[in-house]
């Protein structure tokens, strides 16, 4: 029988991480003090950090276990997404404060609530995952 590891606990850690970026791009977007958004990007970075963490677990069990839940370059795939996606909400918000792009602009602020919605529409999707693997 194919071993879960840690691959789907996991994969909901990092999906959750990057839901919670995308809740707090929205928030860095909406805020007008230099400051303040300096201390959102940096609580974005330690997320990213964290999901850095996972992404390393999940490559070091992918190493380890020979049979898998699903397809290994499935799993491979899906934990490099994950990763580049937090990479660019966080390099997103990075350049959104070094340009000091203004919060009542219409547009950044519409992009952010995408992301807010495309990063929760990614937990919902890992939870189904793990549904999935659980009635299969």
């Not at 909400?89 to 602020?109: E, L, R, T």
């Not at 519409?110 to 659980?134: C, F, G, H, P, Y």
């Amino acid at each position: 029988m194919p071993k879960t590891g840690c691959f789907i606990p996991c994969f909901e850690e990092v999906a959750a991480t990057v839901a919670q970026m995308g809740r707090l791009m929205k928030s860095v977007v909406a805020e007008p003090d230099f400051d303040q958004r300096a201390a959102l990007i940096a609580k974005m970075e330690d997320l990213e950090h964290i999901n850095d963490d996972f992404t390393h677990r999940i490559f070091t069990e992918l190493g380890r276990n020979f049979i898998t839940p699903f397809d290994r370059e499935d799993i491979h795939y899906l934990a490099s997404a994950l990763d580049d996606i937090a990479d660019y909400i966080f390099a997103s918000a990075k350049k959104i404060n070094f340009y000091k792009v203004n919060p009542n602009d219409v547009g950044i602020q519409k992009m952010a609530d995408l992301i807010e919605q495309a990063s929760e529409q990614i937990k919902i999707a890992v939870v189904e995952l793990r549904n999935m693997k659980t009635c299969a």
